[in-house]
């Protein structure tokens, strides 16, 4: 069946180190691939989308693209602050079926 | 515009309860979507809602049942709680068929 493995946390970094968490996918045909973060106390929030092969999503000076050949659509962002402290969801979607399939979430923690 | 709204925020119910959560879409959206977020993993799909009819179902038992109004608010309801009904409740709101899904702060729920 569909779904959506990722990096398992939680990470912890400094403050403007490069970040990158790991997304990968089984799915058939051709979904569309999210980044969604989630804030202490806060419901989700979309960060990024793509919705076709090698489409790059961009937010907030996230990137994540989208990699038919290795089902992939890793997260990343040069210099991390403070603010980015969450967790970040990879998850995918099939426009017919209309559900949103989640990883099991990356908790991010940034040191000053 | 007020985003989905969500009611109540939180909420503590005993084993054998039986509990109704409310969602407002977003202005302008017809279809919504509710999912359930245990501590620590990624929200899973119940169902989804258009024109006041259950179009999509996730794997979850009978006990979990919702409605649609005109005005395109939702209800889920869950019956004869379990401990392991306690979880983050997410609606979601989008336009018919599109990818793209806002959702509300969730429903916090324990069960006792």
């Known amino acids: 069946g569909n779904s959506v493995t990722q990096m398992e946390g939680p990470v912890t970094l400094s403050e403007e180190a490069f970040l990158t968490i790991n997304c990968t996918y089984t799915a058939t045909g051709y979904p569309s691939l999210f980044w969604y973060v989630q804030y202490p106390g806060e419901g989700l929030q979309l960060l990024l989308k793509?919705?076709?092969?090698?489409d790059k999503g961009s937010n907030k000076g996230f990137e994540a693209t989208y990699r038919k050949e290795t089902t992939s659509f890793h997260l990343e962002k040069g210099s991390v602050q403070v603010s980015d402290s969450a967790v970040y969801f990879c998850?995918?979607?099939?426009?017919?079926?209309?559900?949103?399939?989640f990883g099991s979430g990356t908790r991010l923690s940034i040191r000053p | 515009d007020a985003g989905v709204t969500q009611s109540p925020t939180h909420l503590i119910k005993t084993r054998g309860q039986q509990v109704t959560l409310r969602c407002s879409p977003k202005?302008?959206?017809?279809?919504v979507s509710w999912y359930q977020q245990a501590l620590g993993q990624g929200p899973q799909f119940i169902f989804q809602y258009y024109e006041e009819e259950e179009r999509q179902r996730g794997n979850f038992p009978d006990r979990f049942s919702g409605h649609q109004f005109p005005n395109y608010s939702s209800e889920l309801n869950v019956n004869a709680l379990l401990l392991g009904d306690s979880a983050l409740y997410l609606c979601?709101?989008?336009?018919?068929?599109?990818?793209?899904?806002?959702f509300g702060p969730g429903t916090r729920l324990t069960v006792t």
């Open positions: 202005s302008g959206h017809d279809t």
């Open positions: 998850a995918l979607l099939y426009s017919s079926a209309s559900k949103i399939i």
């Open positions: 979601a709101s989008s336009q018919d068929r599109s990818y793209e899904q806002y």
């Open positions: 793509a919705t076709k092969a090698d």
